[in-house]
Structures are given as structure tokens and as C-alpha cells.
């Protein structure tokens, strides 16, 4: 059973927009929330993580915000560049880590 | 310097066969891991490996057999392969499972087709 759900399922967004994805989950325990990035062909790659015990975190273009009342959390990518098209994969950590089923992110020059 | 390889990047086979996924991490992790991607790319947690202890074997058929040699490699054999098998096989690794970070850093991919 999926422990998280993240929507869109894809995105397409202007060169210089801003891109949101969004996550909810059900179990309180979770500890560490993760965005993974992955390109065609590779395996992901950690993007960016938050804690519960904060409600955002920035780093450079990317931003997570952490609403634990609402048990959801987002990614947001501030001027969105065509390199930044792949798909983002949130997660949630309990005893390992399971993945939400991806957006395909897609930025059009 | 690849953190976490595994070989073959890509595997074609018949149904019925038997083949082997290797992975190696460097990084001194005491944790891997394999995750099976599908056509939907839908990430899915099939073994974790502690210190060559399995900690976690999700309802993934009998047919397929982790093998952890060392602490340094896990290696995922799968039996009387099917067509649904095919996907793409993800070896990760992490430091302790409840270390801070969480990070896990995944090899490049394994695609399987099975023919």
C-alpha cells in the first residue's frame, strides 16, 4: 500500500515559473521527509529534506514547506529552468524509506 | 569514484532463466538496499540489508534471493524469470537506517526485459 501520495502526476511549467508538487501521508512516525530528483537513465538523487520539527527549508531554488497538522508536505522550484525538467519523487522515512509515484516535471524553454 | 554500481546496466533474457544483479557501494554504508522501478515509475522497496542481515523482505516472490557477501555488496538473483519482472532493479545504499541524514544514494539502474 502506498504510504504517500504526491500529485501532479505531471507538470509542465514556462521557463522562469514556479513549480509545485505535493505529498500527503497518513503515519505520524515518519521522521524525515525527502524530495529525490531523478533524471532519464539514472537513479534518483537527493534533492532536498526537512525534519517535522520545521515548517520550511530553502536551498537556493528549491523550498520544502512541512504542514504536520495537515500531514502534507511540498516542493516548491522557484524560476524553473529546463534543466530542472526529470521527475521529483517525494518520501517519507519510517523503518526505510517509500517513495511517492513521481511527477514528471517538464520546463519549456 | 562510483559511490553505488551495479552491473548489468542492461539485461535481456527469456522467460524461465535465471540471472544474476550485482551491486557494490564504497561509501562504507552499513545499509543497501533494492528497489524495483516499474514501467509507471512507481519506486518500490524490495530488501534491505543490514551488516549482510535482512531487515526488511517485503511480499516480493520467492523467486527472487538477495545475497550479501560483505558489507560492501548485495547482490539480488532472481529464478524462473517472468514477464513481469521486467523493470528497472535500483541497488541503494545509506548509512544506519536511523541516521540523521536519511540519505540513500541509489546506483544507476539495472533495466531487466524479460523476453
Known amino acids: 500500500q502506498q504510504q504517500v501520495k504526491q500529485s501532479p502526476q505531471s507538470l509542465i511549467v514556462q521557463k522562469g515559473g514556479i513549480s509545485i508538487i505535493n505529498c500527503a501521508y497518513e503515519?505520524?512516525?515518519?521522521?524525515?521527509f525527502p524530495w529525490y530528483q531523478q533524471f532519464p537513465g539514472k537513479g534518483p538523487a537527493l534533492l532536498i529534506a526537512?525534519?517535522?520539527?520545521?515548517s520550511e527549508k530553502k536551498e537556493g531554488r528549491f523550498t520544502i514547506s512541512f504542514n504536520k497538522s495537515a500531514k502534507q508536505f511540498s516542493l516548491h522550484i522557484m524560476d524553473s529552468q529546463p534543466g530542472d525538467s526529470a521527475t521529483y519523487f517525494c518520501a517519507v522515512r519510517g523503518n526505510d524509506m517509500r517513495f511517492g509515484a513521481g511527477t514528471r516535471l517538464t520546463v519549456k524553454p | 569514484d562510483t559511490a553505488v554500481s551495479q552491473t548489468p546496466k542492461y539485461l535481456v533474457t527469456q522467460m524461465g532463466n535465471d540471472k544474476s544483479i550485482k551491486c557494490e557501494q564504497n561509501?562504507?554504508?552499513?545499509?543497501m538496499y533494492w528497489y524495483k522501478q516499474d514501467s509507471k515509475k512507481f519506486l518500490k522497496i524490495m530488501f534491505s540489508?543490514?551488516?549482510?542481515?535482512?531487515?526488511i523482505n517485503e511480499t516480493v516472490p520467492n523467486r527472487f534471493s538477495p545475497k550479501s557477501p560483505d558489507k560492501a555488496h548485495l547482490n539480488l538473483h532472481i529464478n524462473s524469470l517472468e514477464l513481469g519482472d521486467s523493470a528497472v532493479y535500483f541497488c541503494a545504499s545509506s548509512q544506519d537506517p536511523s541516521w540523521l541524514s536519511g540519505e540513500l544514494f541509489f546506483g544507476e539502474g539495472s533495466r531487466l526485459t524479460v523476453l
Open positions: 526537512i525534519r517535522p520539527d520545521v
Open positions: 561509501l562504507g554504508h552499513d545499509t
Open positions: 503515519n505520524t512516525a515518519f521522521d524525515y
Open positions: 540489508y543490514n551488516n549482510k542481515e535482512l531487515i
